[in-house]
């Protein structure tokens, strides 16, 4: 009976898993082991990361070079003395309904309901306020306001058609004016409410001969 036995070099048939037995002199096998990472790519990286709400804010950011111009701080004064003489009349009449119908816990009710409004008419006036700036830009104006809702107007000279000023009997008493300014698109129209009277008359004058510059350059 004849039997082979096998010799160096040769394979042989061994159990799967089993460690391979390399011949005297054989060179190393490369081990698998895992992966190397991705090389990175060299195209066009996406946009980098931004923080929420720091997108929106650069969005109503002024010109370059420029800082908002603000208005008086008296329009948050003629904001709140307007939410007050709105809440008396809804004040005396809602607490004379709701107690006759209701009795005195109703008045009192209606009376702390006006209390919180109007003290969140205050809060959101100064916020108001603060929110309202402009700019002059060599052939624009840009005006950006709204605290909840943020807008911000770009109104060309040479779009302008005229410029005028008003004034109700709470500004008058106050001393601020509200300048407008109207195109031909009422979309494009745009005001600056809460400025000194004497700053609103020098801005409609300055407004109005740049427009009349670009006018007739166009």
């Not at 009449?93 to 003290?119: E, H, K, N, Y």
């Not at 008058?172 to 400025?195: C, F, K, N, S």
């Not at 009277?197 to 001969?209: F, K, P």
Request: aromatic share 8%; net charge positive; with cysteine.
């Amino acid at each position: 009976m004849n039997e082979s036995y096998p010799t160096a070099g040769e394979p042989q048939d061994m159990p799967p898993g089993s460690p391979r037995i390399l011949p005297h002199g054989a060179p190393p096998v490369p081990q698998r082991g895992p992966l190397p990472p991705a090389p990175m790519s060299s195209g066009p990286s996406g946009p980098s990361p931004v923080p929420l709400g720091g997108r929106a804010e650069q969005a109503f950011d002024p010109p370059s070079g420029m800082t908002w111009a603000r208005v008086s701080p008296r329009l948050t004064w003629h904001r709140r003395i307007a939410v007050l003489l709105w809440a008396l009349p809804l004040t005396i009449a809602g607490a004379f309904v709701l107690s006759r119908m209701i009795g005195l816990l109703g008045g009192l009710i209606w009376l702390a309901a006006i209390i919180v409004a109007c003290a969140m008419g205050w809060i959101v006036a100064e916020l108001v306020y603060r929110s309202w700036g402009f700019a002059e830009r060599a052939d624009d104006l840009l005006v950006t306001h709204g605290f909840f809702i943020k807008h911000l107007v770009v109104v060309p000279y040479g779009r302008m058609q005229y410029v005028d000023v008003t004034a109700g009997l709470l500004e008058q008493w106050l001393g601020v004016a509200t300048v407008r300014l109207h195109t031909a698109a009422a979309a494009t129209d745009a005001r600056i409410p809460g400025l000194p009277a004497s700053d609103a008359a020098v801005l409609r004058d300055r407004l109005a001969q740049k427009g009349e510059s670009r006018s007739i350059g166009l």
